[in-house]
T-cell receptor, first 114, second 115 residues
Framework: AAGVIQSPRHLIKEKRETATLKCYPI?????VYWYQQGPGQDPQFLIS???????DKGSIPDRFSAQQFSDYHSELNMSSLELGDSALYFC?????????????FGEGSRLTVL | DAKTTQPPSMDCAEGRAANLPCNHSTISGNEYVYWYRQIHSQGPQYIIHGLKNNETNEMASLIITEDRKSSTLILPHATLRDTAVYYCIARKPLEYGGSQGNLIFGKGTKLSVKP
C-alpha cells in the first residue's frame, strides 16, 4: 500500500540558510500534519492543513512556514536556520479531516544544521 | 485533551505478553484513548484506539477500566521488533470540539524486549 513520502530524507544546511521539506500524503488523504522531533525528544506538533487551509497550529517558529497545494502535497519552508532546528521532521496524513485520529506517518526528513 | 501518564521504561522477555499501563484520570467522557509506537528514528505508527470498550486488532489489545481512568495496551507475544517507545494519547473527536486531528505526544514508555 502507498505510504506517506517525504523528501529529502537527509538534508545538511549551514546556519542562516533556508531549507524546504516536501510531503506527499497517501492518495485520497486530505489532511497533512508536520511534526518536529529533536534528539532525545518526543515528536512536537508544528502545523496541520485540511483541504489546503491551515487547520491547526502548534509550536511552529515564525521562521517556518508551510502550505498545502492543490494536489494535497505539503511543503515546510524553514528560513534563517539555527543549530536548534536540527531534528527529524515527520509528515503525517489522514483522510476525512483527521476525525478518526489515526495518522499515517512518513519515515521523516533528517535536517542537520551546521 | 486529558493528560496521560506512563512509566518511562519497561522490559519484557521475548515471547511473553507485554502489558503497558497508562493513567488518564482526568479523561472526559468523549475522549478516546490512542496508542502509537515509535521504533527508533522511524515515523510513529498507529496501534489501536478505544473509548470505553476493550478493543483488539492484529497488533494488540486495549483494555480500558470501567471508570476510564486508566488503560493497558497488551502485546500478546512480544518480539524483538516490538522494542520501541509506546505513546498513550487522549484525544477528543472533532464533533466534540477536538482539534483537527493533530495528536499531542507526551512522554511515552520505552519498551525493551529482551531475548
Amino acid at each position: 500500500a502507498a505510504g506517506v513520502i517525504q523528501s529529502p530524507r537527509h538534508l545538511i544546511k549551514e546556519k542562516r540558510e533556508t531549507a524546504t521539506l516536501k510531503c506527499y500524503p497517501i492518495p485520497r488523504h486530505d489532511t497533512v500534519y508536520w511534526y518536529q522531533q529533536g534528539p532525545g525528544q518526543d515528536p512536537q506538533f508544528l502545523i496541520s492543513f485540511y483541504e489546503k487551509m491551515q487547520s491547526d497550529k502548534g509550536s511552529i517558529p515564525d521562521r517556518f512556514s508551510a502550505q498545502q497545494f492543490s494536489d494535497y502535497h505539503s511543503e515546510l519552508n524553514m528560513s534563517s536556520l539555527e543549530l536548534g532546528d536540527s531534528a527529524l521532521y515527520f509528515c503525517a496524513s489522514t483522510p476525512h479531516g483527521g476525525n478518526t485520529g489515526e495518522l499515517f506517518f512518513g519515515e521523516g526528513s533528517r535536517l542537520t544544521v551546521l | 485533551d486529558a493528560k496521560t501518564t506512563q512509566p518511562p521504561s519497561m522490559d519484557c522477555a521475548e515471547g511473553r505478553a507485554a502489558n503497558l499501563p497508562c493513567n488518564h484520570s482526568t479523561i472526559s467522557g468523549n475522549e478516546y484513548v490512542y496508542w502509537y509506537r515509535q521504533i527508533h528514528s522511524q515515523g510513529p505508527q498507529y496501534i489501536i484506539h478505544g473509548l470505553k470498550n476493550n478493543e483488539t486488532n492484529e497488533m494488540a489489545s486495549l483494555i480500558i477500566t470501567e471508570d476510564r481512568k486508566s488503560s493497558t495496551l497488551i502485546l500478546p507475544h512480544a518480539t524483538l521488533r516490538d522494542t520501541a517507545v509506546y505513546y498513550c494519547i487522549a484525544r477528543k473527536p472533532l464533533e466534540y470540539g477536538g482539534s483537527q486531528g493533530n495528536l499531542i505526544f507526551g512522554k511515552g514508555t520505552k519498551l525493551s524486549v529482551k531475548p
